[in-house]
């Protein structure tokens, strides 16, 4: 009988360094996409899930626990199975391996951005926690600033191996203006 070994959406694409840039795949553990139902408040949302519901274009959490705002209505919460409660608030969706998570980092990491996403990334316009919901090339990802030269980059798994090319080649582009 066959063994299936399961792999990760940027195995063999990942890590990457060019310049004073590094692109490597972020594991965030299980993904669970919660949309609260009408009525539900978020601070019962929140002390069920153990960190606030996301506003608009903003994320709650770390590195270990975090809920990303994807849309009106629409949050990715990473880090944790959600606690079955959370179910008679809102709508959850296991999308572990629904996504390509990569960490974008190094001085520069906003100009390389500002070549594939029609998104402001400077820090002074794109704050840490801020998250955007927007075109990556031509693809939908969701951008989140993490730190101040690092950004979480998020698109569906089917497009890992073009999120990697389209980063190399703008890495790539600032690496020659250096």
């Given at each position: 009988?066959?063994?299936?070994d399961?792999?990760?959406?940027?195995?063999?694409?990942?890590?990457?360094?060019i310049?004073?840039?590094?692109?490597?795949?972020?594991d965030?553990?299980?993904i669970?996409?919660?949309?609260?139902?009408?009525?539900?408040?978020?601070?019962?949302l929140?002390?069920?899930?153990?960190?606030?519901?996301?506003?608009?274009g903003?994320t709650?959490?770390?590195?270990?626990?975090r809920?990303?705002?994807?849309?009106?209505?629409?949050?990715?919460?990473?880090?944790?199975?959600?606690?079955?409660n959370?179910?008679?608030?809102?709508?959850?969706?296991?999308?572990?391996?629904a996504?390509?998570?990569?960490?974008?980092?190094?001085?520069?990491?906003?100009?390389?951005?500002?070549r594939?996403?029609?998104?402001?990334?400077?820090?002074?316009a794109?704050?840490?926690?801020?998250?955007?919901r927007?075109?990556?090339?031509?693809?939908?990802?969701?951008?989140?600033?993490?730190?101040?030269?690092?950004?979480?980059?998020?698109?569906?798994?089917?497009?890992?191996?073009?999120?990697?090319?389209?980063?190399?080649?703008?890495?790539?582009?600032?690496a020659?203006?250096?």
């Amino acid at each position: 009988m066959d063994k299936l070994d399961a792999k990760s959406p940027c195995a063999g694409l990942l890590p990457l360094s060019i310049g004073t840039l590094n692109v490597s795949e972020m594991d965030v553990g299980v993904i669970t996409s919660v949309s609260p139902f009408d009525g539900a408040s978020n601070s019962a949302l929140g002390q069920v899930m153990g960190l606030p519901f996301p506003a608009p274009g903003r994320t709650t959490g770390d590195d270990t626990l975090r809920c990303v705002w994807v849309g009106q209505g629409e949050a990715l919460l990473m880090g944790m199975r959600p606690d079955t409660n959370l179910g008679a608030y809102a709508a959850l969706v296991d999308q572990s391996d629904a996504w390509a998570i990569v960490r974008l980092q190094g001085e520069g990491a906003d100009d390389a951005l500002a070549r594939l996403v029609p998104v402001d990334m400077r820090l002074r316009a794109f704050a840490v926690g801020a998250t955007a919901r927007t075109q990556l090339g031509h693809m939908n990802a969701s951008v989140t600033r993490i730190g101040e030269d690092a950004f979480m980059i998020a698109v569906f798994r089917s497009m890992a191996k073009t999120l990697v090319h389209d980063l190399r080649t703008a890495l790539e582009a600032v690496a020659a203006r250096g």
